[in-house]
């Protein structure tokens, strides 16, 4: 077809020629004659009569342009069957060529091919457990976001993989942190954008998980394989796992960019350890880079530990936990079962929990518990002080010895066990140590990223949609929020993890909606003695207690009985408290139920106006509480308010 295009641009110029000439001899002829000549068009283009020479040179040169056509589409069609025929012939023959060669081979030389062949025949490693047969839907955007599915298939940690995951180049949405706030972002940003592709990347080797059983629950178990199964009984007797999905929920990381209904992949055992917001890309800390469309930071926190312990040296460190992750509660489990004494320090939620929880061996294997913390009473910087003092004598009949007012001045290792020396003089021995003094939020990449971290509250600067900057989102304890109601905080617990990422998510996905919501957070001393609280619960507040006569269906165990959960977040919806109802029954006097806090109800005060309740052994009635601080007005009695709590009805 070359040549014949070659002719032909060569041809044309001539054909032109030709018909310019046939037009200037009818014009030279008409001028000649002196009148018009009437000339058929169909002979314009090959000259008046008598000029058949040009004519002739015309059909000549068309013709012979047509002949070269056809013979130069003949040998090109035959050169390609031609073509054909050969490498279909080479095709077949493959066979017979590859057998004759492997004979040919000497036997020195086949380990290499067949080491070539075991390389590409690597299959994936299938989990340890059958997987679900079928991938649960996503929730729509307005149910709870991290809601566990119920599983009987052992969860591995994702260590137990082999080889190293394909680390993707983007991600459109990366989701930097393991925990539940990331899990409800990607929950929630599938629920929107089904075919979203979403990549959580956690430092931890373990795919996202609840934190709360980790203090309550998984110590109550009676297998002995819990710290494998990671499996637990609520207090209803319910068997759940601690992971939100099983590993068949996701899709792995090299498969992100094909897989055809995008998906949720994790990333394992990867820290992020630099930001580029302008290029919208991070860096990995083994120096691989990974680009985003948006960005979610969850980095969650790190546990604090005590300057007397830090400095003390790597003997004290090795003999200490820092309570936080999977491998921690793993560790703390074992060392529980072959020492004799343990020291918590810390009076707080996790401090309490684990109290309580490592309590009950105090009977079982002679364990010695100690708890030791520099309030008056347990729970101090959260409790009234009434409350305070009761629940501390509740956790001594736990089997825990209590050491109120300690503050640690140093400790030391001697003969084989730790001693540690208090600012008042008292001497405290013990073999293992468990620091539970709070949660320092994780911003480490503040810095290379350009955010703000709050100088009260710590944590990333946040606006009321969640957004730091341009395509970059914060949930979870390392945001540091504006509450419409209540100013700016900052807070550390399973709700506002669940409520805030599920909302970053929605907000990743266009939808622009502030944070209202009064998250909530729970604690449970053991089955019997539970509380939920919202809002600012701070022992420094003026507050106002109103207690009942509890009764047998008055405990968490109970609750959960009753809700059919045991994670109590999951079962608090907005549209139960549009109009609470109070109770007809009476209130008691003040002294009528005196020392006896079996349930209440207990207010927090700025200005007079309720900006914080506990609800002690009230259960279900979170809506209520939310709506009383959502609404934010003065009362006058404050028992007429905890009649809409039905805490007086047996």
């Known amino acids: 077809m070359l040549k014949c295009r070659a002719v032909w641009k060569k041809l044309t110029p001539l054909a032109r020629a030709s018909s310019t000439v046939c037009r200037q001899n009818v014009r030279r002829a008409v001028l000649n004659n002196g009148r018009p000549m009437r000339v058929p068009a169909a002979h314009m283009s090959i000259g008046p009569a008598g000029g058949g020479g040009e004519k002739q040179l015309y059909i000549l040169l068309v013709g012979a342009a047509c002949l070269g056509g056809g013979v130069y589409a003949y040998q090109t069609l035959k050169g390609d069957q031609k073509r054909y025929e050969e490498r279909m012939a080479e095709i077949s023959s493959r066979p017979h060529k590859a057998a004759a060669q492997k004979t040919a081979v000497p036997t020195e030389s086949e380990p290499p091919a067949a080491e070539a062949t075991e390389t590409e025949a690597v299959p994936e490693p299938e989990p340890q457990a059958a997987a679900s047969p079928e991938e649960p839907s996503p929730p729509a955007p307005d149910t709870e976001a991290a809601a566990p599915v119920e599983t009987t298939e052992p969860l591995p940690a994702l260590d137990s993989t082999p080889a190293t995951p394909t680390v993707p180049s983007h991600a459109p949405y990366l989701l930097i942190g393991g925990g539940t706030a990331s899990f409800a972002a990607a929950r929630s940003i599938r629920a929107r954008d089904p075919g979203a592709r979403v990549l959580i990347v956690t430092d931890e080797l373990d795919l996202p998980y609840m934190r709360p059983p980790l203090s309550k629950e998984l110590w109550f178990s009676d297998d002995p394989t819990v710290t494998e199964t990671l499996r637990f009984k609520q207090w209803n007797g319910k068997e ?250 900052r807070v550390e617990h399973h709700d506002h993890a669940v409520v805030s990422g599920r909302l970053a998510g929605e907000n990743m996905t266009g939808a622009s909606k502030p944070y209202w919501h009064q998250s909530m957070f729970w604690s449970d001393l053991g089955p019997d003695v539970g509380y939920e609280a919202i809002g600012i619960v701070d022992s420094s507040l003026p507050t106002v207690g109103v207690f009942a006569k509890a009764t047998a269906k008055d405990t968490p165990k109970a609750a959960t009985e009753k809700s059919g959960t045991g994670i109590r977040s ?14 007809s029954t009476p209130a008691p006097t003040d002294g009528q139920h005196k020392d006896n806090y079996g349930k209440g109800v207990i207010f927090y005060l700025r200005d007079k106006v309720v900006v914080g309740i506990i609800l002690w052994n009230v259960f279900n009635r979170m809506p209520i509480a939310r709506k009383i601080i959502k609404d934010g007005e003065e009362h006058a009695d404050l028992n007429e308010v905890a009649k809409l709590f039905n805490i007086h009805e047996d």
């Open 570 to 583: 999951e079962s608090e919806t907005e549209d139960t408290a549009i109009s609470p109802v109070a109770a």
């Open 240 to 489: 759940r796992s601690i992971y939100f999905q099983p590993p068949s929920f996701y899709i792995h990381p090299e498969e992100l960019d094909s897989a055809e209904n995008g998906g949720v992949a994790v990333l394992p055992g990867k820290k992020v350890i630099h930001m580029d917001v302008r290029g919208n890309k991070v860096k990995l800390d083994d120096d691989t880079e990974i680009s985003y469309d948006k960005c979610l930071i969850a980095t969650g926190g790190v546990p604090r530990n005590l300057q007397a312990i830090e400095r003390a040296g790597e003997e004290v460190m090795s003999r200490t936990t820092l309570f936080r992750k999977i491998d921690d509660f793993k560790s703390l489990e074992k060392v529980s079962r072959n020492i004799k004494s343990i020291t918590i320090i810390g009076g707080g939620f996790l401090g309490s929990e684990l109290a309580c929880a490592l309590g009950r061996r105090t009977t079982e294997s002679g364990l010695e518990v100690i708890q030791m913390f520099p309030e008056k009473g347990n729970m101090g910087k959260v409790l009234p002080e009434y409350l305070s003092n009761w629940t501390t004598e509740k956790v001594k009949r736990e089997g825990v010895k209590v050491i109120s007012e300690a503050l640690v001045k140093s400790v030391t290792c001697k003969d084989d066990k730790l001693e540690i020396q208090l600012k008042d003089g008292r001497l405290v021995e013990t073999d293992h140590i468990v620091a539970a003094v709070g949660l320092e939020p994780n911003v480490d990449l503040a810095k290379s990223a350009g955010l703000e971290v709050d100088s009260d509250f710590g944590g990333f600067r946040v606006n009321a949609e969640l957004q730091a900057r341009s395509n970059i989102w914060v949930a979870g304890d390392a945001a540091c929020f504006y509450d419409i109601r209540l100013g700016r905080r």
